[in-house]
């Protein structure tokens, strides 16, 4: 064929045109082939400061919980216990200084079991409600402080607790269960804690007498040291039909009070028998969960209904879903860069979960050299706590390489606790809902299945 000089033209034409549709601009995203994807795991395991919980009782005269006890919860992927601590002896008194060395002890040994704690404290367990006058109330949290202040890296929650039968705010003796001595009780409870330590009340309509507005928290107003910033909720009557027993005045009004509110400040608590037919089925835990954004909630109470759970194969579910559920869903990393330089980190995370994580955590990447073994941890800025539920967030963050010798390297992401304390024990670490993703090396790291070469 003969060719012409301007069919040669155009030729040339066609092949610059294709090269340049071919050539992936810069700063486009990368392509999907070349992000590492990651499978998300159905397995059960425990996670700090979320899932199902055990109630225990400490009475004034009762002994002091023990290694073996609380041992044996981790295996069943608890991490977290109700402690609801009786001052029945005090009622017209201070705190013994004995009692008060109980309570530490109890805590130290949660602590060294790996538990987190969710604190209650009350006058009486039975509904005679004999509770002590405020004035007393009000002494007992100063000798609390200390213990508040020492123990405050193993506290998940304190329920407000104090007045009425089992501190749950009805049936005082002392007449206390009005709105005035309520605001009273809950103040003086939150200028003790430490201020990052969230409160959780009985009853939605609870907060917001106290704080005088219907309006739930807001984005602006989160993790603040406002007290209405720092008060969540606690439903001990959950899935029993109407108003939950009184938990509820307006129910479809105070759920999605609650709703909103618990993307901020959290809500667990424990089932009671239902009421008038009510049944709660799989489908009903389900929704009111996921609604609600529960983040603990009690097996040793209602049992039919956790052992109908059980027998309807949602109970799984439930251990999974309960709190926050983070898992990675892909990742890109350069496979090399230069010694002295900066690493992109550039990942999605969901959560799975019901719930968001409530309390700020350490997240840092971590670089394991291949040759040496040495782990090098590289601080991220992310903040955990704005994963909400079914939400999926990107972290893409530059971090620097300064004083990372060359080699090949191994990369992960570690979560771990706030308290210096904890920050080096696994149990307290956070672990990501991967397949074959967790490590208990170096405190617990999540594996990125990604390798670095530094140059």
Not at 9 to 15: A, E, H, K, Q, R
Not at 360 to 372: G, R
Not at 398 to 403: E, I, K, M
């Amino acid at each position: 064929m003969k060719w012409t000089n301007r069919s040669i033209f155009l030729g040339l034409v066609l092949v610059a045109s294709c090269f340049l549709c071919c050539k992936r601009a810069d700063g486009d995203p990368k392509p999907k082939e070349e992000r590492i994807q990651y499978e998300l795991s159905n397995t059960a395991f425990a996670n700090p400061e979320r899932g199902f919980i055990r109630t225990m009782s400490v009475k004034s005269d009762g002994v002091a919980l023990t290694s073996a006890q609380l041992s044996l919860l981790r295996s069943q992927h608890v991490s977290m216990i109700l402690c609801v601590i009786y001052f029945d002896q005090f009622k017209d008194k201070d705190i013994s200084a004995g009692f008060l060395s109980l309570i530490e002890s109890d805590l130290n040994t949660a602590r060294n079991a790996g538990l987190k704690m969710i604190l209650r404290f009350a006058y009486t367990d039975d509904m005679a409600g004999t509770d002590a006058p405020l004035a007393i109330i009000e002494r007992h949290l100063d000798q609390l402080k200390p213990v508040f202040e020492n123990h405050k890296d193993i506290i998940s929650f304190v329920q407000a607790g104090f007045i009425g039968a089992w501190g749950e705010w009805h049936s005082s003796s002392n007449g206390l269960a009005t709105v005035a001595n309520e605001r009273a009780v809950l103040n003086k409870l939150l200028s003790v804690l430490p201020m990052d330590i969230m409160v959780q009340v009985r009853t939605p309509g609870a907060k917001q007498q106290i704080f005088n507005s219907t309006v739930a928290l807001t984005a602006s107003q989160a993790y603040s040291s406002e007290n209405i910033a720092r008060v969540g909720h606690h439903n001990d009557c959950f899935l029993s039909g109407g108003t939950d027993y009184g938990t509820y005045t307006n129910v479809e009004q105070e759920k999605q009070y609650i709703s909103n509110e618990a993307l901020y400040v959290p809500t667990g608590g424990e089932t009671c028998p239902p009421t008038g037919g009510y049944d709660p089925t799989c489908a009903e835990g389900r929704r009111e969960m996921r609604l609600l954004k529960w983040t603990y909630l009690n097996l040793d109470w209602y049992p039919a209904t956790i052992n109908a759970w059980k027998n309807s194969g949602c109970f799984e579910e439930f251990q999974n879903n309960l709190g926050y559920r983070l898992g990675l869903v892909d990742a890109f990393f350069p496979k090399e860069a230069m010694a002295g330089g900066n690493l992109a980190v550039d990942l999605n995370i969901v959560n799975n979960g019901y719930a968001p994580l409530y309390y700020k955590k350490k997240t840092m990447l971590v670089l394991k050299n291949t040759a040496t073994g040495t782990y090098y941890d590289k601080p991220l800025t992310v903040d955990l706590r704005l994963c909400k539920p079914t939400v999926t967030m990107p972290i893409k963050e530059t971090v620097s390489l300064a004083g990372l010798p060359a080699g090949t390297y191994e990369l992960y992401l570690r979560i771990a606790d706030q308290h210096a304390s904890l920050e080096a024990r696994s149990e307290f670490a956070v672990r990501l809902a991967n397949t074959n993703g967790w490590l208990e090396d170096h405190n617990g790291i999540n594996k990125l299945n990604a390798q670095i070469v530094i140059k």
